[in-house]
């Protein structure tokens, strides 16, 4: 079956260190991924995209990896901030441009300790 | 005021009982999504839409309705009310297509049917 996974479980992390999220997925050729970042009580925001031939694409303290091959994308927040703590969603274009339609993980929560 | 806004925030209804979330967005993007989040499941694609008057099913559809009359409104019914569509529904909207854009989400209708 399709599916994607993200961490299941909670990252605790501690401040300063670098955040590594996992992105799997099965049976899919996405045009492209995308993060988004969700907050509670809040609609998720979305913070970085990587196209199918994008190797790494960074945006300040976060940095995305994209392995076609793999079926994995790994998520990095450098530096990490308790003010990063949130769950973090991976998001597929699994229908190939197909009006930005997108199939979306279920989020691993992060908490950055002080 | 800019931006996508959702009412009601919060509803409660029984089972049974007709009811309709409203999405409504400033920005005149083409494609307008809905989507549900549940504790296990994540974000699910209900309906969208890419344009007035175009709208297709997406993962979950069954006891759901959508209309698009106008660029910015895409509500959402449900026609009566089940328990199992208890759950937190998000509005998201983008303009779709190449080059890849990104959805910009509102900030959900928490649904409690009794």
């Known amino acids: 079956s399709q599916k994607i996974e993200q961490n299941s479980e909670a990252l605790n992390i501690q401040e300063g260190k670098t955040a590594t999220l996992t992105c799997n997925y099965t049976n899919y050729s996405p045009a492209y991924l995308q993060w988004y970042r969700q907050d509670p009580g809040r609609g998720p925001v979305f913070l970085l995209l990587i196209r199918e031939n994008e190797k790494e694409k960074r945006k300040e303290r976060l940095k995305v990896t994209f392995d076609t091959t793999l079926k994995q994308s790994l998520f990095h927040i450098t530096a990490s901030q308790p003010a990063d703590s949130a769950t973090y969603l991976c998001a597929l274009d699994i229908f190939r441009n197909q009006g930005g339609k997108l199939i979306f993980g279920q989020g691993t929560e992060l908490s950055v300790k002080p | 005021d800019a931006g996508i806004t959702q009412s009601p925030r919060y509803k409660i209804t029984e089972t049974g009982r007709q009811v309709t979330l409203m999405c409504h967005q400033t920005w005149s993007h083409s494609y307008m999504f809905w989507y549900r989040q549940d504790l296990g499941h994540g974000l699910r694609l209900i309906y969208y839409?890419?344009?007035?008057?175009?709208?297709d099913k997406g993962e979950v559809p069954d006891g759901y309705v959508v209309s698009r009359s106008k660029t910015e409104n895409f509500p959402l019914t449900l026609e009566s009310a089940t328990r199992s569509q208890t759950s937190v529904y998000f509005c998201a909207s983008s303009e779709g297509g190449p080059p890849y854009n990104e959805q910009f989400f509102g900030p959900g209708t928490r649904l409690t049917v009794l």
């Open positions: 839409s890419a344009a007035a008057d175009i709208t």
